[in-house]
């Protein structure tokens, strides 16, 4: 009788926790805030909009999404994909692809074929669980939910998504309560943590890199990266957090990025670097961890005998981050040589392709950033990367 009556309780237990915090709500507005610019459609927001034959998931596996799947015709040569049904696209209009866009020749490896197709290289439709209702391009975006979508309706009504603001301006906005979601530097977590405020703190996200301008002596670059003391700058500037690594692509990505060098020799780097030479640095002067880098940098440079002055013009080397848009390196890899505005690299292993990348030393990786948001406490089912699809307000009270 007595584990009757336990069960019971746990039963009417489990019913109220059902039916109050724990079960997902429709309706309300998100607001978003986000230091990146230009077209929501560049933004780590795009997959929201926009979907694609196909996407990686969480284990870097290129899974079927706009297409339910893919056969291979050898008498024409040709892989075939199987276009989903019940997918609706603005104005209530049905996709309805045509043979072009869901056949490819079979000249290239099914693997090669089904990146490229996820980084929208076949098709890219706006049939997500959000519309875009109005935009100001690099400012802000409000989005509706797609009451039409084929994977199910998503909880919010809508997010409103605020661009280009610094992490400072962002910050002061959430105290403010302005925001409900906003993105907060590594060297604030500390901080953030003593103020009891909710963080989502992700996997290495982002790549902090110099580029340099194709001018720039290949002399040049390697003394840059042989005078730059990375493990001084990720436990003084970085306040020990991220990883510092000599690769485009995170460890745990890749599972080789401890291959890539990332030695400090002063002794070398002055052997290397031309007599008397300058370089002009430039870097994001609203971002503060990279402008307290860029600093060191100069520092560090100098000891190699070459004078480097920070500007925001005429540049001659760039410190700037790079997003990670995907767990499949190759993928990862690809979309990174575009944000370059580089060769894509042909296709072999991410080794091998991400070595390409890195050969002739115009790109110089230094450390591999967490992505951090600070969350009001209702925001339920916020991620990294991020499924806004998931994401619900707990009602206030």
């Known amino acids: 009788m007595r584990y009757r009556l336990i069960a019971v309780a746990a039963s009417c237990l489990s019913a ?83 043979e072009d866009t869901l056949t490819v020749p079979d000249t290239k490896p099914l693997d090669q074929i089904l990146v490229e197709a996820g980084l929208g290289d076949k098709v890219v439709v706006e049939s997500g669980p959000f519309r875009i209702l109005n935009q100001h391009v690099g400012e802000s975006v409000q989005l509706g939910a797609n009451e039409s979508y084929w994977g199910g309706r998503p909880f919010l009504d809508f997010v409103e998504i605020h661009m280009g603001r610094t992490r400072r301006d962002q910050l002061l906005d959430f105290e403010l309560g302005k925001a409900d979601v906003v993105e907060a530097e590594i060297t604030d977590i500390k901080a953030l943590k003593q103020a009891n405020v909710v963080l989502q703190v992700s996997k290495p996200l982002e790549t902090v890199a110099l580029v340099f301008e194709k001018q720039t002596s290949s002399l040049t670059r390697q003394a840059v990266a042989l005078s730059v003391d990375r493990l001084a700058m990720q436990r003084v500037m970085l306040d020990k957090q991220g990883e510092v690594s000599g690769a485009l692509l995170p460890q745990w990505i890749s599972g080789y990025a401890f291959l890539f060098s990332t030695a400090h020799d002063v002794s070398r780097a002055k052997a290397l670097a031309p007599a008397g030479s300058t370089l ?95 969350l009001k406490p209702n925001v339920r089912n916020w991620s990294v990367p991020c499924n806004l699809a998931d994401v619900w307000l707990e009602e206030t009270r």
Not at 62 to 82: D, R
Not at 284 to 306: E, F, M, T, Y
Not at 357 to 371: A, K, N, Q, T, Y
């Open 16 to 98: 109220v926790l059902t039916a109050g915090v724990l079960r997902p709500r429709y309706g309300g507005m998100l607001r978003v805030e986000t230091s990146a610019t230009g077209e929501i459609g560049a933004t780590r927001f795009a997959g929201q909009i926009y979907e694609t034959l196909v996407r990686c998931d969480s284990h870097g596996e290129m899974k079927p999404w706009l297409a339910t799947g893919w056969i291979h015709n050898a008498s024409v040569g040709k892989w075939i994909f199987s276009a989903r049904k019940n997918v609706v696209l603005p104005h209530e209009t049905l996709w309805n692809p045509g």
């Open 280 to 374: 002009l640095l430039c870097e994001d002067d609203r971002d503060k961890v990279l402008r307290s880098l860029a600093d060191r940098i100069a520092v560090d440079v100098s000891q190699a005998g070459i004078n480097v002055r920070l500007a925001t013009s005429g540049c001659e080397a760039r410190l700037i981050r790079l997003p990670i848009s995907s767990v499949n390196p190759q993928q990862a890899l690809l979309a990174l040589a575009s944000k370059l505005q580089i060769a894509a690299p042909e296709w072999a292993s991410p080794y091998a392709m991400e070595s390409d990348l890195l050969r002739d030393g115009r790109v110089v990786p230094l450390f591999h950033l967490p992505i951090v948001y600070a």
